[in-house]
């Protein structure tokens, strides 16, 4: 007969625990906030359409928010938004074409407190796109930020700027 071990928590297991929790709360949370607020199945055509058919056309900085995760309730919460400052093609050798994106901050995201971890949200949800090669940000939106902004975002920010 087996004998069952009780197994104490330790609190590096609590912390992950509620960490699991919380996450799963939050994104929850984002999906409701854009549901509210954009119409599901143009979401979705948006989603499901190429970004490289777009390149030249008005649906482009939408359909790179339809590729958004929790960061786009974030920025459509708080009054902010994404333009596309460049965009080339990259065509390596027997692969698919691929985007190299520089985008900016828009409305209330500019000089933000948030603006570091908007970015990396931004970056981290584009980029696991099979279409998007890299994204960088645009140099000017450091200007937006004050001088310990600035060398915040620079020092524990996992983005470029160019």
Known sequence: MAVE???DMTVEDLVAKYAAEAKIAIQQEASKRVA???????EARLR????????????LVPAILSRLGEVRAALDGHGGGISVSSIEVVANPDEKPSIDLVLDLTGACLSC???PGTLDG??????SDDEVYRIRFSANLLESFDELGREFILAHGSVTFV
């Open 5 to 7: 071990r009780r197994r």
């Open 36 to 42: 509210e607020s954009t119409d599901p199945i143009v």
């Open 48 to 59: 499901n359409t190429s970004l490289l058919t777009l390149l030249e056309d008005d649906e």
């Open 113 to 115: 407190g948030a603006a």
């Open 122 to 127: 931004i970056k981290h949800d584009l980029e």
